[in-house]
């Protein structure tokens, strides 16, 4: 298995492996945000990478977003696409570990950062997720829906395994197939909402 550190992830981008970038924003994921009323919402996006979905979230009307990532290069690529957004604050950029992050937010989007994560680290993302999350809290996006392999990232999965994850900590409101997936993922990705518990 790689080492999953900064310098791994930096040398992907570094090197344009970066396969699972879609190259535009996640439809299941701006289709949900575009059903919020609330859009004064604190939003994260953990293991952002390039942060497609960013420029739709600030057209929405969303101006507290924060995104997360372990490599420097996708922050820098959101940074120059969004230089204004940026400087005023609606957008902040924070290169370092998803695990040592302190601050608390409405909303956390998911996107592909749970199955990049080593699958033995998957309990404590949703430890983590359930600190960082105020109460009532969400968390929603997608999961990948294929088999687990050891041969990752990206890391699969199944709806049942997620659900021992994520149960000792939130309510599960919705975890169902994708039927609005990009053609290359169709049928293999689940929507969820989850809800913390408390």
């Known amino acids: 298995m790689p080492t999953l550190n900064g310098l791994y992830w930096e040398s992907r981008?570094?090197?344009?492996?970066?396969?699972?970038?879609?190259?535009?924003?996640?439809?299941?994921?701006?289709?949900?945000?575009?059903?919020?009323?609330?859009?004064?919402?604190?939003?994260?996006?953990?293991?952002?990478?390039?942060?497609?979905?960013?420029?739709?979230?600030l057209n929405l009307g969303f101006s507290d977003i924060t995104l997360i990532d372990l490599a420097e290069s996708p922050l820098e690529n959101v940074r120059n696409r969004n230089a204004e957004a940026v400087k005023n604050g609606n957008i902040k950029l924070v290169c370092d570990d998803f695990f040592n992050h302190q601050e608390q937010y409405d909303l956390a989007l998911e996107q592909t950062f749970?199955?990049?994560?080593?699958?033995?680290?998957?309990?404590?993302?949703?430890?983590?997720?359930?600190?960082?999350?105020?109460?009532?809290?969400?968390?929603?996006?997608?999961?990948?829906?294929?088999?687990?392999?050891?041969?990752?990232?990206?890391?699969?999965?199944?709806a049942e395994a997620y659900v021992q994850h994520f149960e000792p900590y939130f309510k599960i409101k919705q975890l169902?197939?994708?039927?609005?997936?990009?053609?290359?993922?169709?049928?293999?990705?689940?929507?969820?909402?989850?809800?913390?518990?408390?």
């Open 176 to 198: 169902e197939p994708c039927n609005n997936s990009i053609k290359p993922r169709a049928g293999r990705e689940l929507f969820f909402i989850l809800e913390k518990q408390g």
């Open 114 to 158: 749970f199955c990049a994560i080593h699958p033995s680290q998957r309990d404590d993302y949703a430890f983590k997720m359930s600190q960082i999350l105020k109460p009532k809290g969400k968390l929603a996006g997608v999961l990948f829906d294929f088999p687990l392999t050891q041969e990752g990232p990206p890391f699969g999965g199944a």
């Open 13 to 57: 981008y570094q090197q344009g492996e970066t396969g699972w970038d879609m190259g535009s924003a996640s439809t299941p994921l701006i289709s949900y945000c575009q059903q919020l009323v609330q859009t004064d919402l604190k939003l994260l996006i953990p293991g952002c990478g390039n942060a497609h979905e960013v420029e739709a979230l």
